[in-house]
C-alpha cells in the first residue's frame, strides 16, 4: 500500500472486513475474506492459491472464550481430490464430504433439500476453491467449524431471533477424533470428557490441551525408590490407533514387555489379535460399547507407583507393591518345593518297606495299570484274575502304594507340559520349564493372575530359584531357609541352575555320587535307582 494513498478499513454488508484505497474503494488491500478464522461466510472462499500454495481453512477456537487456533480445521482436499476434510492437528483426517457431483458432496445429502444456499466448486490452473452464496440476500448464514470438531451450517431465522441448525459433520461427536485430548476420555453415553484415573487437566475448561499425569512414572526417574510403576484395567474402551502388534506373544510376556518399556502407555491382549502395544500419547480414547465403528475391549494403561492402589468406576488396578508379590512367589516356589520334598520322603520311605515281585524279580512300586486303571483293552479274563489277586495281597502288605514310572506316565496323559492350574496359576512339568529356561523364554511361564512383577528380570529369578530346587544333586538344591534369602536378597547372584531331575536324558556323569549310599545297582532287567535326600 503506497504511503500517500489514503486508506480505509470497511466492514461490507457481506461481512468482509476489508481495508481498501480511500479514493479507489475498487482497489482492495487486504481483507478477512482470505483469511477465516472459525467462521466461513457466504462469498468467501476456502481452498488453495496454486500459484502461492496458500491454503484459506476454518480454524476452531482453542476453547469457548479463548479465539487462538485451536485443534480442529475444515478444507479443501490441496490435493485436488474436490473433497471436504475435517482434520485433528491439521494432521489427521476423521471426516470426508464425499465428492462433488456438480450439485453436493455426496456425504451431504442434507445441500441439496433446500432452495436457500447455491454452492459452487471451481477448480482450475489457478485455484481449487469452493464457495457458497444466498438465494435471499436479506438471509443471514455462516458455517463454523467448533472447539468440539464438528462442522456446522446456520441460519439466522427471525421471529425466534436465534441461529438454526441446518446440518453438522461428523453427526454424532463420537466420530471426533480426540475430542478430549490426549490422555482423556470421551464417555458415549453420556457426552462428557474425562481425563484418566492418575490424570488430572493440563487447563481446565480445555479439552483440546488434554490430560497430565498427577505423579510421574517411576521408570522415568531411575534414581527414585518404592513401589512399582502398574496398570489400569478399563473395560469396554474403544482401543486407540496406532499399535504395535506382536502376534506370537504370551499374556504374561505381553504384559512384562510393556512394564520394561517406559514409553509404552498402555497394552492389550487378546487370543486373535495378539499383544498390542501404545507407545507415547494415548489419543482418542472413548469408553463404552461401541464408538465409531470400533469395539470396546478391555486396555491396561500405566500408571504411576503412587496412583496405583487407585479405584473407580469399570477401571481396577492390580494393587500391592514389590513387597506382596515377593509374598505371592515366595509361596509360588516354596510350595511345590516342599510338595517335592514330601513326594520324595514318601517315596524313599515306601521303597525301603515295600518288596514286590514282577516276573521273578524282586519290584519296589505298584503300578496304576495293576489298580482300576488298566489301560491294556487285549487283557484276558485270566489276566484280570490274576490282577484281582494281586491287587488284594499288595492291599495287605502295603501302608502307602506306589505306582510304576510306565503307569503314571499313561494316568498324566504322558506327562502333558501343563500338569494343572491352581490358586497360583498354572503348574507345568519340569522339563517344559526347563526346556522354556534354556531358550530364553521363562517369562512365559507366567500367569497374569500374579500381578505387576517389578521386572523381568526379578521375575527370572523367582524362576532360577525355582529350577535349582529341584536339581539333580541334593547338594546342588538350596535349604529352605536359603530360597527365603535368596528372594529377599535381590542383589545376590545365584548360580546357574543345571538340567533338573525329572527330566529326560538325565545327566549321567554324576551318577556315581547320587547311588554312593544305596550300594552299586542291580544287573537286573528292572532297576530302581535311590537319590539322596539332603
Not at 334 to 356: D, E, W
Not at 453 to 479: F, H, K, W
Not at 486 to 513: C, S, T, W, Y
Amino acid at each position: 500500500m503506497p504511503y500517500t494513498t489514503k486508506a480505509e478499513a470497511v466492514i461490507l454488508d457481506d461481512g468482509n472486513f476489508v481495508i481498501r484505497d480511500g479514493s479507489n474503494p475498487s482497489t482492495i488491500y487486504w481483507q478477512s475474506f482470505d483469511y477465516p478464522t472459525d467462521t466461513w461466510l457466504p462469498g468467501a472462499k476456502l481452498g488453495i492459491n496454486k500459484h502461492t500454495g496458500k491454503v484459506q481453512r476454518l480454524i476452531s477456537w482453542k476453547n469457548s472464550e479463548d479465539p487462538a487456533p485451536g485443534m480442529f480445521s475444515v478444507g479443501v482436499d490441496t490435493n485436488g481430490s474436490g473433497q471436504f476434510f475435517i482434520e485433528w492437528n491439521r494432521s489427521h483426517r476423521y471426516w470426508s464430504s464425499g465428492d462433488w457431483n456438480g450439485q453436493i458432496f455426496s456425504l451431504i445429502p442434507e445441500m441439496i433439500l433446500n432452495h436457500i444456499f447455491s454452492y459452487s466448486y471451481v477448480s482450475n490452473e489457478n485455484e481449487s476453491c469452493f464457495t457458497y452464496s444466498l438465494s435471499n440476500s436479506s438471509y443471514l448464514s455462516r458455517f463454523v467449524i467448533g472447539v468440539h470438531g464438528q462442522v456446522q451450517q446456520l441460519l439466522w431465522v427471525e421471529g425466534p431471533w436465534r441461529w438454526l441448525l441446518f446440518w453438522s459433520e461428523p453427526k454424532d461427536q463420537a466420530g471426533v477424533y480426540s475430542l478430549c485430548g490426549i490422555f482423556g476420555v470421551f464417555h458415549v453415553s453420556s457426552n462428557f470428557c474425562e481425563c484418566l484415573k492418575g490424570f488430572k487437566p493440563l487447563v481446565q475448561n480445555d479439552w483440546s490441551s488434554g490430560c497430565v499425569r498427577k505423579s510421574p512414572l517411576k521408570c522415568q526417574n531411575k534414581s527414585s525408590v518404592g513401589k512399582e510403576d502398574g496398570f489400569l484395567k478399563m473395560s469396554d474402551l474403544a482401543l486407540p490407533a496406532n499399535s504395535k502388534t506382536y502376534q506370537k506373544v504370551s499374556a504374561g510376556r505381553c504384559r512384562l514387555d510393556c512394564m520394561e518399556k517406559c514409553s509404552c502407555m498402555a497394552y492389550a491382549y487378546n487370543n486373535n489379535n495378539g499383544c498390542s502395544f501404545w507407545e507415547g500419547d494415548l489419543i482418542d480414547l472413548q469408553q463404552s460399547g461401541i464408538s465409531g465403528g470400533r469395539a470396546g475391549a478391555e486396555i491396561y494403561i500405566r500408571l504411576a507407583a503412587s496412583e496405583r492402589e487407585l479405584q473407580i468406576g469399570n477401571g481396577s488396578t492390580r494393587t500391592g507393591g514389590t513387597t506382596k508379590w515377593k509374598l505371592r512367589t515366595a509361596f509360588a516356589v516354596a510350595i511345590p518345593t516342599n510338595l517335592i520334598t514330601l513326594a520324595l520322603f514318601m517315596y524313599f520311605r515306601c521303597l525301603r518297606k515295600g518288596k514286590l515281585t514282577r516276573k521273578g524279580k524282586e519290584y519296589k512300586g505298584h503300578d496304576l495299570l495293576l489298580f482300576d486303571f488298566d489301560t491294556n483293552h487285549r487283557s484276558t479274563d485270566n489276566e484280570s484274575s490274576s490282577v484281582d489277586n494281586r491287587k488284594k495281597r499288595w492291599s495287605k502288605n502295603m501302608e502307602l502304594p506306589l505306582f510304576s514310572y510306565e503307569s503314571v506316565s499313561v494316568a498324566t496323559g504322558q506327562f502333558s507340559d501343563k500338569l494343572g492350574e491352581g490358586g497360583f496359576g498354572p503348574v507345568y512339568k519340569v522339563s517344559c520349564a526347563w526346556k522354556l529356561w534354556r531358550s530364553n523364554k521363562a517369562s512365559d511361564m507366567m500367569d497374569p493372575t500374579l500381578g505387576d512383577p517389578p521386572s523381568t528380570s526379578m521375575l527370572l529369578r523367582y524362576i532360577n530359584i525355582g529350577l535349582l530346587c529341584v536339581q539333580e544333586s541334593p547338594a546342588d538344591r538350596p535349604t529352605m531357609s536359603d530360597v527365603i534369602s535368596m528372594i529377599v536378597n535381590e542383589h545376590v547372584a545365584l548360580p546357574e541352575p543345571k538340567q533338573p531331575a525329572f527330566v529326560a536324558g538325565r545327566n549321567m556323569a554324576d551318577q556315581g555320587r547320587l547311588m554312593s549310599s544305596a550300594g552299586s545297582p542291580s544287573t537286573n532287567n528292572v532297576t530302581i535307582t535311590a537319590i539322596d535326600a539332603r
